[in-house]
């Protein structure tokens, strides 16, 4: 298999360029921003090109700039798989609501399922685009125009939106929607749901504005108090939520408040 070096030398005798002027285009970038680590002495080059020598990430950012590369695809040269970020992130369980900035692509990866058959033709619908993928959650983004929107995980200890966003569901955001819609839906399943952010950090749920305050209401189901927020000084709507990829079963069981019986989870 070629080494990453041996790829970055074929793209400099592409372009015809002496290690030389490669040695001098980096050090006009190194001036730019101001950083030596930008900069390539000749040796270093030939070090890269002809021995394995792995570059730092600022000399290998110079080299794709001046060799017209895209990063992601040279970090792959090196083993690093650059389109599994958003999988491999999803993979790691949080506890806290939060916005994942991870960038997603067309070509993203996607987890597995395991275990189970999943059948793409069973599919529900929640303002308009949501999918139940038991439990692939990321795989969805192959059928969206992922690069629209951005994207939140549900906190594994989120339970405010149960059963219609389950713990450690990953959702998408049209931040274009970040008006509070006052009506002209029928039932829970059509109100649109908004994804937020306070200073205690992030929530979803269904929205009411009521002059300058912001009701943050969970579902019923989840017995959990509405959140008060005076708008738009305490709270900032990301957008609306537009799609999902569940987990069905979570690992962790919903905590049980004393009196009171959890509703049952909806079934596929």
Known sequence: MERGGERLKRAREHLKLTYREVVSASREIARRHGNAEFSLALSRLADIENKGTVPNIFRLYTLCAIYRLKLDEVLQWYGIPAAALAADALRIGLDRTHLAEFAVGPEVTVPEPSGEVVDWNRTTFLSGFIRRFGKIPLSFLNGLHVRE????????????MYPILHPGSLVAIDDR??????????DEQERPIYFLESREGCLCGWCTLSGQRLIVQPHPASQQAAAVFEYP????VIGRVVGLAM????????????????SASPGP
Do not use: F, M, N
């Not at 929107?149 to 405010?160: F, H, N, Q, T, V």
């Not at 079963?249 to 019986?261: E, I, L």
């Open 177 to 186: 929607h970040r008006k509070i819609q006052s009506g002209g839906w029928g």
């Open 233 to 236: 000084r305490e709270v900032d």
């Open 247 to 262: 987990l069905l079963q979570s690992k962790r069981r919903r905590p049980v408040r004393h009196g009171a019986t959890p």
């Open 149 to 160: 929107y951005r994207y939140g995980l549900i906190g594994l200890e989120d339970w405010s």
